[in-house]
């Protein structure tokens, strides 16, 4: 008898079937760019993850990893797999959400600096909404300090913010950690960066961790900058860097068509990490549900960014 936990492929490859529990793994070890980071995460040992893919591999008939020492890349197929996997997965999640009544109500309020609220949660909170259609969101897009205190106050129920280190900001929460990923100097792949000249910068207006971030590690190099662009707005740091009139301190996983990365060639330092976190003021189904997507989809276009340079 057919497994319920699994779907025909309908192939000459497998007279097997996609399991979802292997299919689980298969998207975990992408996601988080590695055997043993995916095992943490699953609970199981790298030698049970590998055994996973091993068996994925075998029933699908074709390789879906290229593995080396140093990084791990999906194949053709792996790609082709990695997106019906995501979608079959979801669908599975959503079917038991149904089945068991876990569907929410009610109005969640959500914080979010505009990184998030800009490039990760309009798809989040499409598939939230696939998830829990009785569920309003309120959202306030803000700079994550002035976002934590507003929590404090009782005002958001969760907040999706960034810091580069942990620095005063005056609020004393600890969020949960969802991912972290290089910050990085982009600027316009048409346009040149004189070295000798103070390095123009578009940024955003005190307090900003990115701001904070990029201004040390030029002081601590006594590279000679000047602020030529400052807006409240993302898209408008990102427009003055695809223009060519200013470089902008973003997350990797932010770089789009027409930026590019500058580094120590371009006579510029290397920045920190950037932590991205979900600060949860009261633990409720709607809250979890969210984090657990806005960290899904942040790691796996984390991944997918990494994989395409």
């Known amino acids: 008898m057919q497994s319920a936990n699994s779907i025909e492929t309908g192939s000459a490859a497998g007279s097997s079937s996609l399991d979802i529990v292997l299919l689980r793994t298969f998207l975990q070890v992408v996601d988080a760019g590695g055997f043993a980071l995916a095992g943490d995460q699953l609970a199981l040992t790298p030698s049970a993850v590998s055994g996973h893919i091993r068996r994925l591999e075998e029933g699908v008939g074709a390789k879906l990893l290229a593995r ?5 890349d999906l194949t053709q197929a792996g790609e082709t797999l990695y997106m019906y996997a995501r979608n079959i997965v979801d669908l599975e999640r959503e079917a038991r959400a149904k089945l068991h009544g876990d569907a929410v109500h009610g109005r969640l309020r959500v914080g979010a600096s505009e990184d998030f609220a800009g490039t990760w949660l309009p798809q989040v909170l499409q598939t939230f909404r696939r998830w829990h259609p009785d569920a309003t969101i309120e959202l306030k897009v803000g700079i994550t300090a002035d976002l934590l205190r507003q929590q404090a106050r009782g005002k958001l129920d969760v907040v999706f913010g960034k810091q580069c280190t942990r620095i005063g900001d005056g609020t004393s929460d600890e969020g949960a950690l969802l991912w972290a990923e290089p910050l990085v100097w982009a600027y316009s792949q048409a346009a040149g960066l004189e070295l000798d000249a103070p390095v123009p910068l578009a940024v955003f207006p005190d307090p900003c961790v990115y ?97 395409s340079r």
Do not use: H
């Open 68 to 72: 080396t020492t140093r990084r791990l």
């Open 211 to 307: 701001r904070e971030s990029a201004l040390a590690a030029l002081a601590a190099q006594a590279r000679p900058w000047r602020i030529a662009f400052e807006s409240g707005s993302m898209a408008g740091c990102v427009a003055a860097a695809l223009a060519g009139f200013a470089v902008t301190p973003l997350a990797r996983s932010q770089l789009r068509d027409g930026l590019r990365e500058l580094d120590a060639a371009d006579g510029l330092p290397e920045l920190p990490d950037v932590q991205f976190y979900a600060f949860v003021r009261k633990v409720a189904p709607a809250v979890t549900a969210l984090v657990k997507a806005v960290c899904e989809l942040g790691t796996k276009n984390r991944f997918a960014g990494a994989a």
